[in-house]
């Protein structure tokens, strides 16, 4: 594979696509890279002049923005609408009192730690491109699609509505991966409760329409990087679901786009994050908002973050979803055509992290 900085790309004929099936047929992703020495990051991670150039700014700090955080412990009133104004306004927020035992975070963020820096021969038998496995470990889902890859690795697990076999999990993440799941699908029942309250549904709106029906956990495994600026952890992106919850470590990065600037995401002690997804923009007829988000890479690693994103992912569903019939008006027409999940998802790894939101594509 070919490893160069900028400074030493030749305009000369480059095959991208040997690079990629080189790098794809290790099956040790990132974490194979670093620990094979590299000290310059690969040609097929570095991130395009063009798209640099044209990049927002990162908040520096000196203004008052701040991603909202929900304490859930507070008047209910109170907390409905704080939640409804960080959905509507930002997409983002932080949740503090949440419910989810301290140890039970820690032990997920421990157990991801502990699959990514398997031995690469051990980790191998669960490398898979291709679909239909309910546990899968990959670098880069849309690796031959991205103009550049990212620096990170990623295992992804279909808990429900059809669950995986706990036998089926690697045992160093087996018994974490089902207790976080049971704790932060608790969760996501009570978030979605408020969240149906501030569209001024009933509080079971969003569960009887199955938003909570499915989820998928998605562990992150961000190596330190050799040269950070020239590539991403993740690149900009929404997220193809309902609601994603993010338990992130100590290290950071996590952006939020936020009034064209890149605000940081700052991991606080004991906090889940939680951002809107696609589909309930979609079903919330922009009454709710799904932003883009990213990933740096840095220097400093390994970062872990786990994502449990609400979606049923593999459940062939043919239940059709468009803006929520009780929110529209002759004022405030619907905005998006009806879809099936499996059609938005297969549309949206279709394009891959192109930094373009799917939700246009659906749009009337």
Not at 195 to 211: M, Q, T, V
Not at 224 to 230: G, H, N, V
């Amino acid at each position: 594979m070919t490893a160069t900085s900028p400074a030493t790309n030749s305009p000369s004929a480059y095959d991208r696509s040997k690079d990629l099936v080189a790098f794809d047929e290790t099956q040790t992703g990132v974490k194979g890279l670093v620990d094979s020495g590299v000290t310059v990051v690969p040609r097929i991670f570095i991130r395009p002049a063009d798209e640099i150039a044209a990049d927002f700014p990162i908040s520096d700090g000196d203004n008052e923005f701040a991603v909202p955080v929900a304490d859930l412990s507070v008047n209910r009133e109170d907390l409905i609408s704080k939640i409804r104004r960080a959905a509507a306004e930002v997409g983002f927020f932080q949740v503090v009192n949440h419910g989810v035992p301290n140890e039970v975070l820690e032990r997920m963020l421990a157990a991801t730690r502990r699959f990514h820096e398997l031995p690469g021969e051990t980790k191998k038998r669960f490398y898979w491109r291709g679909g239909g496995r309910k546990f899968t470990y990959v670098s880069n889902f849309d690796l031959y699609k991205s103009k550049y890859a990212n620096w990170r690795d990623t295992t992804f697990c279909s808990m429900a509505p059809d669950p995986v076999d706990p036998q089926q999990l690697p045992e160093v993440v087996r018994d974490e991966m089902m207790e976080y799941s049971a704790q932060v699908t608790k969760l996501a029942l009570v978030l979605f409760e408020l969240l149906s309250l501030g569209l001024g549904l009933e509080g079971d709106y969003l569960k009887n329409i199955d938003c909570a029906m499915g989820h998928a956990i998605l562990c992150h495994y961000y190596p330190a990087c050799p040269e950070p600026e020239l590539t991403m952890g993740t690149t900009k992106h929404s997220d193809p679901d309902f609601l994603t919850i993010l338990l992130q470590d100590h290290i950071g990065g996590l952006q939020v786009l936020y009034k064209d600037r890149w605000v940081n995401v700052p991991p606080l002690p004991g906090a889940l994050v939680v951002n809107i997804g696609d589909l309930l923009q979609l079903i919330s007829n922009d009454m709710y908002k799904s932003v883009e988000h990213r990933v740096l890479a840095n220097h400093v690693g390994s970062r872990t973050s786990v994502a449990c994103f609400f979606t049923p992912h593999l459940y062939p569903t043919a239940r059709l979803y468009g803006p929520i019939q009780e929110i529209l008006s002759e004022t405030s027409p619907p905005v998006y055509r009806e879809t099936t999940i499996p059609d938005f998802v297969k549309y949206y790894d279709s394009k891959g992290l192109d930094g373009k939101s799917a939700l246009s594509h659906f749009k009337l």
